[in-house]
């Protein structure tokens, strides 16, 4: 395991000018700040205006406008977010479900090494971390046969995981005991409004957090189900309605010839009734937020002085754009997520619009601590790039031309497995039956008109730069591909 002297002195320089004196008078080392991630799942984009928490992180805090997954879906996207690396190197395509165990799921997570990958195991192994898991997971996170228990996890100090299926009630949590086998205990909760999911894993969060020393540091990765659909309120919050509309000029498209087979066979949708979903998304993310402030009130304010604070979410959710309802598709509402990132010490707020990915989480946290992972899947460089130098206003952020799109059919949905890049000012995918789709996003924003089959200068630029991103592509992927183009 490196670590760079260099980047922990100036990053400790650079947090005694941001963090108030009772940092230091309290016992914490600047050089290891707290960590607090907030990971929503399938969250869409603008519908953060009622999270009155969430805002008061991002007053104090910094919005990144152009934020993006590469592969659409829960589990992709979390192995992307604990590793720092693409689904073509976690291994980890689909949720796993209907798709071979090999290509997605807990199964594939761990039967590629991820578990001595994530930001979990190199900061308690490396640095001493407390690590506190509350809430999903990957996808099919299970017993395995014949166990009387569940996995245990590497880097996890406390656990309180979902076992599959989750839920809002009805589901079961593993509560950190070890059983003989090396397997985790794990308890049933019933549909009390007291068994509310978001709450019971906020309230053992916040006692992971009153349990903190100053001389050790903790991560703490909390993740909801919420809003997941069915989305279901908490207790108390089944009336909120949303203050935005869930409409774009892209609801429905009426013209959707010239898109791919799988959406021009989709129907017209009912608003009415996606209306009523929309709403019911604000309502359980209120949930949410309230444990947000919970964390903040949790912490002293010496703590609080020390520590950084993510909020994002696994995926976007469409609600209707180009016909389409939920994720996988490589369109903006299923591709831009929310990301808002609080520094140690931060008092002023701060809106940066460059392409950043959650591929950029787990690089940017090993930065701020000053580690560099050591293995062999990582060659020189994990696939994301630290967003500490557009965090602190120090280093050089060195900007990215495009985001990597993937993804993987899963024989559950009609998306098929596609390829792609998501630039500034364009959008291109390419799929595994040779259909491709151009935007050019500064003039047609809403994906409306596909322009692959005029603009062939362009589209020829895109092939080029995401057969260079898109390495190796989908397993589903016909030999020879680029070439058949």
């Known amino acids: 395991m490196k670590r760079s002297l260099l980047t922990i002195v100036a990053f400790s320089t650079l947090l005694g000018a941001l963090a108030p004196p009772g940092v230091a008078r309290a016992g914490l080392d600047p050089s290891k700040p707290n960590i607090i991630v907030i990971l ?43 590793t720092g690396l693409f689904s073509g ?37 490396d640095l001493g971390y407390r690590t506190g898991l509350y809430g999903k997971y990957l996808n099919e996170y299970v017993a395995a046969p014949g166990a009387q228990g569940v996995p245990s996890i590497s880097g996890w100090t406390d656990v309180h ?52 020393t100053d001389d050790q540091p903790f991560f703490l990765y909390f993740t909801p189900y919420g809003p997941h659909g069915p989305t279901t309120p908490g207790p108390g919050d089944e009336g909120v309605t949303a203050s935005t509309s869930f409409s774009t000029p892209a609801f429905n498209e009426a013209d959707v010839s010239d898109k791919p087979l799988y959406i021009q066979q989709r129907p017209l949708l009912k608003r009415a009734a996606l209306k009523k979903q929309y709403d019911r998304q604000y309502a359980t993310l209120a949930s949410i937020d ?84 050591d293995d062999p899947v990582y060659g020189s460089h994990l696939d994301g790039r630290s967003l500490l130098p557009l965090l602190t206003g120090s280093g050089t952020f060195s900007p990215r031309s495009a985001i990597l799109l993937e993804h993987m059919y899963d024989g559950r949905n009609t998306t098929p497995s596609y390829c792609g890049v998501r630039m500034a000012t364009w959008m291109y995918a390419a799929y595994s039956d040779g259909f491709e789709e151009l ?21 020829a630029k895109m092939r080029a730069r995401t057969q260079a991103l898109c390495d190796p592509m989908p397993p589903d992927f016909p030999a020879g591909f680029w070439g058949s183009l």
């Open 40 to 82: 929503t799942d399938d969250q869409s984009i603008n519908t953060l205006q009622q999270m009155t928490n969430v805002q008061g992180l991002a007053a104090s805090g910094t919005t990144f406008t152009n934020a993006f997954v590469s592969n659409p879906l829960c589990c992709p996207s979390r192995s992307t977010i604990l």
């Open 161 to 212: 995981a979902f076992t599959s299926p989750v839920g809002y009630y009805d589901y079961e949590l593993t509560d950190g005991i070890l059983n003989t086998d090396g397997t985790y205990h794990a308890v049933r909760y019933g549909s009390d409004p007291s068994d509310y999911s978001t709450n019971v894993v906020a309230d053992l969060a916040v006692t992971f957090l009153q349990e903190q």
């Open 89 to 125: 190197h976690t291994g980890v395509w689909t949720n796993g479900d209907d798709a071979p165990p090999a290509d997605g799921g807990y199964a594939a997570f761990t039967q590629n090494g991820n578990e001595t990958r994530t930001l979990a195991y190199h900061l308690s192994t």
């Open 290 to 373: 309230r444990a947000v402030g919970r964390f903040e009130a949790a912490l002293s304010p010496e703590e609080l002085a020390n520590t950084m604070f993510i909020f994002a979410s696994d995926n976007g959710l469409s609600y209707g754009d180009q016909r389409w309802t939920g994720k996988q598709v490589p369109y903006e509402r299923s591709i831009h997520v929310p990301l808002i990132v609080k520094m140690p010490g931060q008092v002023a707020s701060a809106t940066v619009d460059r392409l950043v990915a959650n591929v950029d989480l787990a690089p940017t946290i090993f930065d701020l601590v000053g580690i560099t992972p």
């Open 439 to 459: 935007y050019n996003l500064s003039k047609d924003p809403y994906e409306l008109r596909n322009q692959a089959s005029s603009n062939t200068a362009m589209v």
